[in-house]
Structures are given as structure tokens and as C-alpha cells.
């Protein structure tokens, strides 16, 4: 898909990977459809797609709530002229152990600290995902989905509820790869190592030094890493359906 006046909306783009990836494609002439919860947020990655030499529209919409998403979709259509792209990118963290026994207790992962992680990241992917195609189909121009997903999607020590919705959007990309290709809507993930971001700095700094020390590449990646990837994946109409690493060569 050439980029150029294309409208590409982006799920938690107010900053982090979200905004990086907004910039690159704007860098290509994308128009972005700029999706996340606050407003200030989305008004600084507005002003940076700008600047960037292309045009933005901000759209406030938790992700994790049906009717906001459709709305939304109907909106990014009515207001920009149409629907080419999707960046599933929307994601939070709540991380625990999904037991631990300390002192003779036995400390739980709660039922809300799961809930809300799938909600947000499983959930969330799958509403925006279904709307964005149903809008897709409608103005019959065809288009691209991309999931992020996570090298955790493997299984990472204290996070069942993520790794289990980074597995779940890998597989709906497959998936919708599959039903989608009749329509000419191509699905593909990206599943990033440790990039550097807001996520990332709220984590212990024992924990990130000592991940930092596996990566074989010997650091973190950069969201203009990420940035890159997404534009490759919207340009080239042969991939579909495929999960692509991009991690520095880290397994956990
Ligand atoms: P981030 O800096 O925390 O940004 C996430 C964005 O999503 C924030 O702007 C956040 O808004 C927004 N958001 C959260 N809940 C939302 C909701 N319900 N509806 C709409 N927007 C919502 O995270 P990031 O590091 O850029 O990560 C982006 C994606 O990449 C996530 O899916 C993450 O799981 C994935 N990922 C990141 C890494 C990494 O190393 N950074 C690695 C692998 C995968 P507020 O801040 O206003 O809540």
C-alpha cells in the first residue's frame, strides 16, 4: 500500500510506540487518525505528525468499551474521508504472580488485575480490529491491520494476563489474515523485545539492567525501531497473516 493521503489510525497514540510509529508514517504522507485517552497527549502527537509534514485528527476512545469504538470508527470515516489502516497498539500492564507464598500466605493475582489487562489489550484489539474491517469492507478501498504484540507473548514470569493477550492478538492477526483477505484487508503483528519507552521506565531498574544483559543485541530497542517496522508492514502487500520479532535476537 502506497502511504501517500492513506488514513492509518493508531490505538494508544499519545505516546510511546504509539507516537513513534504516528511520526514514521506520517514521514511516508500517512494521515493519522490519532486514538488514545488523553487529550493533551494526543494534541502533542497531532502537533509532531504535523511537523512531520502530514495531518492528524484526535479521536478520545478507551479502547475496552464497545460503543466508544464504534463511535470512534464511524467518526476517524465521517471526519477524515475513510479508513486504510490500523495500528492496534493500545496496551497496559499489571503485572503479578499468578501465586506466591510468603510467610505462610498465599498472595493471589486478583480476578480485576487480570480483567483489566485483557480488557484493554485482548479486548480492546479485538473491538478496534472488527470495526476497523467492518469500515474497511464499507468504503471497499481494502487496507492493513497491525497487532502489537510482545515477546511475552511466549509466557513471561509474572505476566499471565499479558503474555495471554499478546498470544491472543498474534493469533488474531493470523486469523484475521485468513477471513480478511477476501476483502483485500491484509493482518500481520509485530511482537517487540524491551523497547524504551514510558512502559519500559516504570519498571524496577534491577529488572530492566538485568534483561538489558540478556538482549544479544546489548540494549533496548528504540520506538523508531518499532516506527520502521510498522511502515515496512503497510507498505508491502505480500505479507499477511505473520508475526514479526523485533527484538534484538532475545528469547526469554
Ligand atoms: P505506553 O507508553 O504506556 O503507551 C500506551 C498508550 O496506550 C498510552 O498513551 C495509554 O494512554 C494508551 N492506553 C492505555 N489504555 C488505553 C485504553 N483503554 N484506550 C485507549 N488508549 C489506552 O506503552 P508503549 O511502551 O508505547 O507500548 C505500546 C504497545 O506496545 C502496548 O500494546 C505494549 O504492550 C506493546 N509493547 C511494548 C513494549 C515495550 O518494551 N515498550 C514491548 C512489547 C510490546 P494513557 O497513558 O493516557 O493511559
Not at 501517500?4 to 493519522?32: D, K, S, Y
Not at 493500545?90 to 493475582?109: F, H, P, S, Y
Not at 519498571?203 to 538482549?215: D, N, R, W, Y
Amino acid at each position: 500500500m502506497k502511504l501517500q493521503n492513506r488514513i492509518i489510525a493508531i490505538t494508544g497514540a499519545g505516546q510511546g510506540l504509539g507516537r513513534a510509529m504516528a511520526v514514521h508514517l506520517a514521514r511516508e504522507g500517512a494521515r493519522i487518525a490519532v486514538i488514545d485517552l488523553n487529550q493533551d497527549h494526543m494534541d502533542e502527537t497531532k502537533a509532531q505528525v504535523e511537523a512531520a509534514g502530514s495531518s492528524a485528527a484526535t479521536f478520545t476512545c478507551n479502547v475496552a468499551d464497545e460503543a466508544q469504538v464504534e463511535q470512534t470508527f464511524a467518526a476517524i470515516v465521517a471526519e477524515m474521508g475513510g479508513l486504510h489502516g490500523l495500528i492496534n497498539n493500545a496496551g497496559i500492564l499489571r503485572d503479578g504472580l499468578l501465586v506466591k507464598a510468603k510467610d505462610g500466605e498465599i498472595k493471589k493475582m486478583s480476578l480485576a488485575q487480570w480483567q483489566a489487562v485483557i480488557d484493554v489489550n485482548l479486548t480492546g484489539v479485538f473491538l478496534c480490529g472488527r470495526e476497523a474491517a467492518a469500515q474497511m469492507i464499507q468504503t471497499g478501498e481494502g487496507g492493513c491491520i497491525i497487532n502489537i504484540s510482545s515477546i511475552a507473548r511466549a509466557g513471561n514470569f509474572g505476566q499471565s494476563n499479558y503474555s495471554a493477550a499478546k498470544a491472543g492478538v498474534a493469533a488474531m492477526a493470523v486469523t484475521w489474515a485468513k477471513e480478511l483477505a477476501r476483502y483485500k484487508i491484509r493482518a500481520n503483528a509485530i511482537a517487540p523485545g524491551f523497547i524504551a519507552t514510558e512502559m519500559t521506565a516504570g519498571m524496577p531498574p534491577e529488572a530492566l539492567e538485568k534483561i538489558c544483559k540478556g538482549i544479544p543485541a546489548g540494549r533496548m530497542g528504540t520506538p523508531d525501531e518499532i516506527g520502521d517496522t510498522a511502515v515496512f508492514l503497510l507498505l508491502n502487500d505480500y505479507m499477511s497473516g505473520r508475526v514479526v520479532e523485533v527484538d534484538g535476537g532475545l528469547r526469554l
